[in-house]
């Protein structure tokens, strides 16, 4: 009996890190941030609220694109791209893409935070393929700290009562032994470090 509930717990703690997994996937939280991002920008004269809206196509829904067509080809696993050796590719064409977004956006004339915002990701995402040549940083962890950053950034420091969000991420990927604490833990200051110096600087 005792052995049985024990297991019991594991299933639902394992189910809980698989949702929150995908519910706090980078992917999620660039379109999150971007359209939020794009609205704020929006509080400027002149300027729609909807730039994050091109800005989420370029950094999350083409490089997301790229990957579930590798997944669907049997290229890569799954969505998550568990394997480091074959991350790199897919970073590098995010990395690509979001470049092309911000290239059309600046000829377009998107609001500087937009700009600033893609300038960031793209920065972030060139780190984390040169690292990954060698080590399977966390990406999860990395776009969560980011968010919470340039969040705080634009809206104040009362955004930061979402940091447990971003433990419960990091926990998450270690819990279901997608990173060990020392990847969640670099990824996530990686992130912060770039969303906290460059979007600032740039917007």
């Known amino acids: ?7 019991d717990r594991r299933n639902a703690l394992d189910r809980l890190a ?19 991002v794009g ?10 609220r909807w730039w994050g809206l091109p ?9 997301l694109g790229y ?9 890569l696993t799954n969505h998550h791209i568990p394997e480091r050796a074959a991350r790199r590719i897919p970073l590098l064409f995010g ?10 956006m600046l000829a377009l004339g998107a609001p500087r935070e937009v700009l600033a915002l893609l300038t960031a990701g793209g920065t972030g995402l060139a780190v984390f393929a040169l690292v990954t040549h060698w080590w399977k940083m966390s990406i999860h962890a990395g776009v969560a700290a980011g968010t919470l950053t340039a969040l705080t950034a634009v809206y104040g420091p009362l955004i930061l009562i979402g940091t447990p969000l971003v433990l419960l991420g990091c926990w998450a990927r270690v819990r279901l032994t997608a990173h060990t604490p020392a990847q ?6 990686a992130g912060l470090i770039i969303a906290g110096t460059i979007f600032p600087a740039l917007r």
């Open 1 to 7: 009996m005792i052995n049985a509930v024990a297991e």
């Open 18 to 36: 698989t949702v929150v997994s995908e519910v706090l996937a980078p992917a999620v939280l660039v379109a999150a941030l971007l359209l939020t």
């Open 39 to 48: 609205w704020h920008a929006g509080d400027t004269p002149g300027v729609s």
């Open 55 to 63: 800005g989420a196509l370029f950094a999350a829904v083409i490089p």
């Open 67 to 75: 990957v579930l067509h590798g997944v669907r080809k049997g290229r």
């Open 95 to 104: 990395t690509a893409s979001l470049i092309a977004g911000l290239l059309v």
């Open 184 to 189: 969640v833990v670099a990824g996530a200051l």
